[in-house]
């Protein structure tokens, strides 16, 4: 892996991880937002209570009958689970809704928040004062709520702010009291409330401690919070998600064009090859061509030689040896030339039984000096190929099993229709066959394993297979020899 693609790849990552803190310092804030508004509502709540509180007392005192209808109006279900107020020693004075279960340990002012209950317990967000909350009876009636109607009665009719209030429930009853209990003298009709003792400082400052509102605990819902939490985390899981995948896509991204540049850089250095591979052959090409020529010239002398009168038998002998070797090195030339010769098809519609018929004919000099039994089991196809070049194919495949089969040997050229649209060519022999491991090198130039083959036989057949679109495989012939098959050879349309 190279510097550039460490460079990239940890930008990435960064970028990654940049990302992923990002969406969790997100998740964060917005659950900071929600508890704020929660908290908000709470500081609404106890704002109302304190001036609840204020508005019901009279002196220092605050009666808790009164308190505790707009106590158990404030406590809504899923909302306010239950709202408390307790003395100096920490004992309930007031409250209403749930009961709630303070730990030991007293609570410093605050918030603590329960995420399994879903639920906050909020403890003095605001000073309500130290209001007495008196337990003494009295004789008003409750304040009537906005809409006429007594704290805590919500379904009855609104009433009448233009009437006088109702009589006191117990008034009628006081009446009949001896003078002087009841708030009447009893001489005159008019009423005298009991006249209460002062209390001294000592027995005002342990009132205040046992009765004064010192602490203040509510119990609110967090639900709300918990489903914008949930809401929140499944957008941030969906963006960290989307995220990693892009990040991924990147990377891989950068390592196909990666692999593509260098795979690039492979193809312009293997064409730069090639086309020093092409001017080397076609250099070498010509040199065969030029050696050609003086090697004439030697078999030409060497035959002058041979032919006069007063050459010794000697003489003659070593002429006609030159005049071998040289054909043998014409031969290689020859070969040498066909396979380094670019390979242009010029496809048309070519009947096959006729071209194995003239392959044969051309051979009949090498088959009948074997005395090889040659099988012509062609069927009438029509294929596209170029007819010269199957001819050359043809006549090396054909020139192989001769070559390679004993005297009195026996070759069968086959061929056939492979589907409706293609067919095969077979060439087999009962000669001693090809090895496994080398099925495929014998198709390499001057690979061979015949003392007079050449070893650019089968490769000149390959090319030309292979320029045709062709597929050819040498397989076991049964019961012995070699089977060289041609495949996915094309039909014309009369094929």
Known sequence: MTRRSWLVYGTLLAIWLALLGWQGAEHLRVRRAARGLLRHRAEDISNTLALIMRVTARGPFSPKERIEPWLEELVKEGEVYSIKLYNAQGEELVGAGAPIELPKDELPNGEYWDDEEQKVTLKNLVDLGTNIISTFPTNR????DFDGRPPGDTNGPPGDFNSPPPPPPDLAGMTNMPPGTNGFDGTNGMRRGPRRPRLTPAEMQTLREKKGAHGFVMVMS?????????????????????ATVGVVGYGLAWNNANKTSELQIRLVRASESNLHLKEMNLAAAGLAHETRNPLNIVRGLA???????????????????????????????????????????RRAATRLNSVVGEVVRALNYDIEEKHVQVQNLAEELVIEADEQLLRQALFNLVMNAIQAVADKGEIQIRT???????????????????????RKEIFKPYFTTHEEGTGLGLAVVQQIVLAHGWEIECVANQPAGANFR??????????
């Open 141 to 144: 009636p409750p304040r009537p």
């Open 303 to 345: 035959q002058m030689i041979s032919k006069q009168e007063d050459a010794s038998p000697e003489i003659r002998l070593k002429s006609r040896e030159i005049i071998d070797e040289s054909d043998r090195v014409a031969a290689q030339l020859n070969e040498f030339i066909n396979y380094s010769r670019p390979r242009e098809v």
């Open 416 to 438: 056939g229709k492979q589907g409706n649209a293609e067919a095969f060519i077979e060439i087999a022999d009962n000669g001693p066959g090809v090895a496994p491991d080398q």
């Open 486 to 495: 041609i495949t996915h050879v094309k039909l014309t349309a009369k094929g």
């Open 222 to 242: 967090a639900r709300s919070v918990a489903m914008v939490m949930e809401q929140d985390l499944w957008l941030r899981l969906i963006i960290a998600i989307l």
